[in-house]
């Protein structure tokens, strides 16, 4: 089937602005994962959803940034009043239960100018 | 908090071996994974160890100590696709209601050479 899918593929936005990222995970996978990662480093935990409910939102770097899952499938992350350090590839993934492997969506390469 | 490294860059050889390693240190560990990652792509996963031991999957190994805290990662017989970034990324118990987030090491880019 389907793997992961995150739109859109590219975002450049002004700083201040709102964007909105989404992601698709794979049919039937329970468990969903926000990850960022900046050029030369290793995803970094975000936010952690086990059905409609954020598990753990830990990794959120502040109130900025928000996420939701209403349905228990697609999730949409949320970022206000963007500053250019948010710029990054923001990057979904989900397992079919908690504890199961993650599979990665292609990422969305946001720009903050 | 967790602690992975893993060197920054390493070259080998068409047709050759290398090995990756990755040493971590972490509290409530709950496994350690290989991801791939070539350039401007998502990274995929390669291997899974949670205990002591080698675990063998076609030209890929992956080994692991829990009492050293470490791992490495194996490529046979190494192919010119082979070049791309390797994450060792392991699980622990996090703080929320049983999360199971992966702690990513910087990853290594490895170049293969004809």
């Known amino acids: 089937g389907a793997g992961v899918s995150q739109t859109p593929s590219n975002k450049v936005t002004e700083k201040g602005k709102y964007v909105e990222l989404r992601c698709d995970p794979i049919?039937?996978?329970?468990?969903l994962y926000w990850y960022r990662q900046s050029l030369g480093q290793g995803p970094e935990f975000l936010i952690y959803f086990q059905g409609t409910g954020a598990a753990d939102d830990s990794g959120l770097p502040n109130d900025r940034f928000f996420a939701v899952r209403p349905e228990g499938s697609v999730s949409t992350l949320k970022i206000q009043r963007t500053e250019r350090g948010d710029s990054a590839v923001y990057l979904c993934a989900s397992s079919l239960a908690r504890g199961e492997t993650q599979y990665f969506g292609p990422g969305t390469r946001l720009l903050v100018l | 908090g967790q602690n992975i490294d893993q060197p920054t860059e390493m070259t080998a050889t068409e047709g050759a071996i290398v090995q990756i390693n990755c040493t971590y240190q972490t509290s409530g560990f709950n496994g350690l994974f290989w991801y791939q990652q070539h350039a401007g792509e998502a990274p995929t996963f390669l291997s899974y160890n949670v205990l002591d031991g080698l675990e063998e999957k076609g030209r890929f190994s992956s080994f692991l100590s829990r009492s050293k805290g470490y791992s490495y990662l194996l490529l046979k017989e190494l192919q010119m696709k082979d070049s791309a970034s390797y994450l060792c990324a392991v699980r622990a118990f996090g703080s929320g209601a049983g999360s199971y987030q992966l702690t990513f090491g910087k990853g290594t880019k490895l170049s293969v050479i004809p």
């Open positions: 049919s039937g996978h329970t468990a």
